[in-house]
Nanobody, 122 residues
């Protein structure tokens, strides 16, 4: 069973940057389609960004131009570089694996990490 561990969250001010990491263990990382989701208090978990096996990327409209997803298969690690953070980016961020191209729905993802908190103050 794939295990995912996120890190890099924290408390920052609006306009700051953060880089989240997601390390995978077990399974063949390079075969995974990976994604980042976030969940704000009282709200549903929503798609943020995804990356395919060949590092093709896709984003939610709310983060396009500010967030960058990437992966390092040699390190079994996926990243989310978040720039120009806004208070509305405040959420718990989760990484997940999928076997489906361009997956954006939670049910399309198989394994999940425990999440890392990102809080952006105004």
């Amino acid at each position: 069973q794939v295990q995912l561990v996120e890190s890099g969250g924290g408390l920052v001010q609006a306009g700051d940057s953060l880089r989240l990491s997601c390390v995978a263990s077990r399974g063949t990382f390079s075969n995974f389609i990976m994604g980042w989701f976030r969940q704000a208090p009282g709200k549903e978990r929503v798609f943020v960004a995804g990356i395919g096996r060949s590092s093709s990327t896709y984003y939610a409209d709310s983060v396009k131009g500010r967030f960058t997803i990437s992966r390092d298969n040699a390190k079994n690690t996926m990243y989310l570089q978040m720039n120009s953070l806004k208070p509305e980016d405040t959420a718990v961020y989760f990484c997940a694996t999928s076997g489906r191209m361009l997956a954006t729905r939670t049910y399309e993802y198989d394994y999940w990490g425990q999440g890392t908190q990102v809080t952006v103050s105004s």
